[in-house]
């Protein structure tokens, strides 16, 4: 027999209180897991060894987390919003950040948030748009230019001039150079394994390129791996100051690898092979310097050229 309910029983639920609250994030096929608030720093912390490989670029995207931490007030979150998406972008714009410069910082946040997420620490992923950039004046050295400078730096110290010397023959970044050792070196080419791309690549080394690896035999693990990044770029910078180049916010150490690009396109250089030889990922990256190819359109002069009218002579 079914029992009765009881008249006087309350319905109304609305004061009702949990002790306490739980989110929880849901992975197909995976554990349940409890969501707990975390921060961009946290998140770092957590996975940045895993997602970067120790270096340069690792400490760049370390920059970026940190920066994007501090104009978030190093909130806490479990979901990362759009909404704190469109205020980054909105705070770099505001400091003079270029739109490539953005796509930058919100690729390295982005690839750390796919991680978080996969690992069921936030909720869910806002949308990142890439922001358009703009094709800008690739700034590359003439040979006085290059000579000056160098001669500069070599005054200082004859080591960062032969590492500068082997930059701008190889188009290697600061990086590659000083991470070369000794057996990545055979029958006069240089094979780069640690590279931004992560795929190696091999290019043949000039005679001066080669005399520069040459004298500094001796060395323990590599011809420029015992060269310390920041202080090489303190003598850049000064050297740079003598030679009349201190305005020049686009002359620095990359430089060497724009001027090294330059001057395979202007001498003729197919487009292909020069994306081969920087190791480009993608061909767009290398037709920044596509322009340079001005011989290539020389064949196009004699159509244009206007004929001379033709003259008759009185008989």
Excluded at 123 to 145: C, N, V
Excluded at 222 to 248: C, M, Y
């Amino acid at each position: 027999m079914a029992a009765k309910a009881d008249p006087d029983a309350k319905s109304d639920f609305s004061n009702f209180r949990p002790a306490y609250s739980v989110n929880f994030q849901f992975h197909q096929g995976g554990p349940l897991k409890v969501v707990q608030s975390t921060s961009l720093s946290a998140l770092f912390h957590k996975y940045g060894d895993i997602l970067w490989e120790a270096g340069s670029h690792r400490n760049n995207v370390a920059a970026f987390i940190s920066e994007l931490d501090d104009i978030l007030l190093r909130e806490t979150f479990e979901t990362f919003s759009q909404e704190k998406v469109d205020r980054l972008i909105g705070d770099l714009r505001r400091r003079s950040n270029s739109n490539a410069t953005i796509n930058r910082k919100m690729a390295a946040l982005s690839k750390l948030l796919r991680k978080a997420y996969k690992m069921g620490d936030i909720h869910s992923l806002p949308e990142f748009k890439r922001q358009k950039e703009r094709a800008g004046r690739i700034r590359f050295l003439e040979y006085d230019e290059e000579d000056r400078l160098f001669s500069a730096i070599g005054m200082k110290d004859d080591h960062y001039r032969d590492l500068c010397i082997f930059l701008v023959d190889t188009g290697a970044r600061l990086g590659e150079g000083i991470g070369l050792r000794w057996n990545d070196i055979h029958e006069g080419r240089a094979t780069f394994w640690i590279t931004k791309s992560g795929k190696s690549r091999t290019v043949p080394l000039t005679t001066r390129a080669l005399e520069a690896v040459q004298a500094q035999r001796g060395r323990a693990d590599g011809p420029f791996s015992d060269i310390d990044q920041q202080r090489f770029r303190s003598v850049w910078n000064s050297a740079k100051g003598q030679v009349g180049l201190a305005n020049d916010p686009d002359v620095v150490p990359h430089v060497l690898r724009h001027t090294c690009a330059s001057r395979l396109v202007r001498r003729g250089a197919d487009i292909r092979r020069v994306q081969m030889w920087l190791g480009h990922q993608t061909l767009q990256m290398t037709m920044r310097y596509a322009h340079l190819a001005s011989h290539d359109l020389d064949v196009c002069l004699p159509l244009l050229e206007r004929p001379l009218p033709h003259r008759f002579k009185d008989g």
